[in-house]
């Protein structure tokens, strides 16, 4: 689901209840790899696999999602960014339950909907979560078992199935930094064709390294008994290997690998080494559906729903857990020295980053992606009785030109005015270093500290590695 692209179950099978467990336990272990037909659950972690997150949709009928795990999007088109979602799609996506609702046997269903003045609504919901990354040296492994909508020939005209991904970056400005910051397109279907197409979307928003606006692509895949069934489709993200690889899989057979070195090394890193969130909607119209014969037309068949039976993220090996890592304890005391080094990622609460690999003396992580509006908040920052007059912090930007902005300290609320700051623009890449000082007001005793970060434009603009204060 591309803005603009190329351009989202299951059959309970009652009588294998009556199997024997040893059939049963094959048939958990075969899941891995085949088409789901009975489990309710996500299939379980597999050997040196963990299970980082799942839903199985197992609420009662014609309730809404899970609001904890997932996020409706609303309208035409994220706020500040594209309208018809930068895709030409027609539908209104909403939060209603004649939308998107679980259907009381364990599935989520998808349903778009013409009213009598021929106007589509349709839903379209994201994770909370925007964190499931492969770690470094490691693997990610993102799937689903899904029924396309079940319409063909002319009344499926303008249908748009999908599941995918978009990078962490995107959530905060509405994906204006697309597709730079990437998105994995792992199921896409359209006008009712039962195939499937996979796609990695990154560089830039025309051309470029990654041929936008239509990416790296698969191609149409025949997916046989996709509109009638259920199907496991999935996408590999593996960072153990060298190059690194993206691997989809549609039952479990590994139909289209993209290597890392496709791409230049700054493209595929930007695109991949972060966090993503996941997608699941049913457009309307649009540039795709419109590139093999168009719709939605009078013809159209109003609400056949895409069918959802689980989501399931998994993670394996590097660093492990493959998401975001949870900030450190604080050192003992329960605070910080204000005149140590603070380690950026050692915040205890944030906004709209990211944490990824640093290149900087010493290695570790940095916080990055960060935009306008992001912040970073640390507890408990011990300035003394002597007071603290200066600030510096450690930064990096391969900002574009014309792109800067402000770091900011402000203690105690983040509504609070800053006590000093610093402009940073680009400093010649993401992990090109330096230390900027600033001076701050007079600063004694315990504070909670904020780092906001703020701009006269929407794209992220500065890396943060540490911070400290001085005399």
């Known amino acids: 689901m591309s803005p603009p692209t190329h351009a989202l179950p299951r059959s309970r099978g009652r009588a294998f209840r009556l199997l024997t467990v040893a059939a049963a336990l094959l ?61 030409g799609e027609i539908e209104n996506m909403t939060d209603s339950t004649a939308n998107v609702y679980q259907d009381g046997a364990g ?73 730079s910051i990437g998105e994995i397109d792992i199921m896409e279907d359209i006008n009712g064709r039962s195939s499937e197409f996979s796609t990695l979307h990154c560089g830039t928003a025309s051309g470029g390294p990654c041929n936008e606006t239509t990416g790296i692509g698969s191609g149409e895949r025949a997916c046989g008994g996709c509109q009638t069934g259920f199907h496991t489709y999935a ?23 993209v290597d890392s070195n496709r791409v230049d090394a700054t493209t595929w890193n930007n695109a991949t080494h972060h966090g993503f969130f996941i997608i699941l909607n049913v457009a309307m119209g649009g540039g795709f559906p419109g590139a093999f014969g168009g719709g939605p037309t009078a013809a159209t068949q109003s609400g056949v729903p895409m069918l959802v039976d689980y989501v399931a993220v998994y993670t394996s090996g590097g660093g492990g857990g493959g998401t975001t890592p949870p900030p450190p304890p604080p050192p003992s005391g329960g605070g910080s020295d204000a005149y140590s080094t603070i380690q950026a990622e050692s915040f205890n609460a944030q906004g709209g ?45 391969g900002a574009a030109g014309g792109v800067s902005g402000l770091v900011e300290v402000r203690l105690d609320s983040r509504s609070n005015a800053p006590i000093g700051s610093f402009s940073v623009a680009n400093t010649g890449g993401w992990q090109s270093w330096r230390t900027v000082p600033a001076n701050t007001s007079a600063v004694t005793g315990t504070h909670t500290v904020y780092l906001t970060f703020t701009s006269g434009q929407p794209a992220d603009f500065v890396n943060v590695n540490w911070f400290t204060f001085g005399h």
Not at 40 to 54: D, I, K, R, V, Y
Not at 161 to 179: E, Q
Not at 235 to 252: A, F, H, K, N, T
Request: proline share 6%; hydrophobic share 40%.
């Open 27 to 87: 048939v958990v272990v075969a899941s891995w790899l085949t088409t789901r037909v009975s489990a309710a659950a996500a299939p379980p972690a597999p050997p040196g696999w963990s299970l980082a997150f799942s839903d199985d949709f197992s609420g009662a009928a014609n309730t809404g999602v899970n609001r904890s795990n997932w996020l409706y999007d609303l309208g035409h088109g994220y706020p500040g960014g594209a309208g018809n979602w930068g895709t």
């Open 107 to 179: 599935h989520l269903a998808i349903k778009p909907i013409r009213d009598g003045a021929g106007n589509w609504t349709s839903g379209r919901i994201e994770t909370q979560r925007t964190d499931f990354a492969a770690p470094a040296g490691g693997k990610l492994r993102v799937e689903a078992s899904l029924q396309q909508p079940n319409v063909s020939g002319a009344a499926a005209a303008g249908y748009w199935p999908a599941f995918w991904m978009l990078g962490a970056a995107a959530r905060p400005v509405g994906a204006t930094n697309w597709p």
């Open 235 to 257: 996408m590999e993200y593996d960072r153990s290997v060298s190059p690194e690889q993206i691997r989809w899989y549609l039952d479990g057979n590994n139909f289209f690998t």
């Open 353 to 397: 980053t990211q944490t990824e690999a640093c290149s900087d003396s010493g290695g570790g992580q940095d916080v990055a992606f960060i935009a306008n509006g992001d912040w970073l908040q640390f507890n408990n920052v011990n300035f003394g009785s002597n007071a603290a007059h200066q600030f510096s912090a450690r930064v990096a930007s």
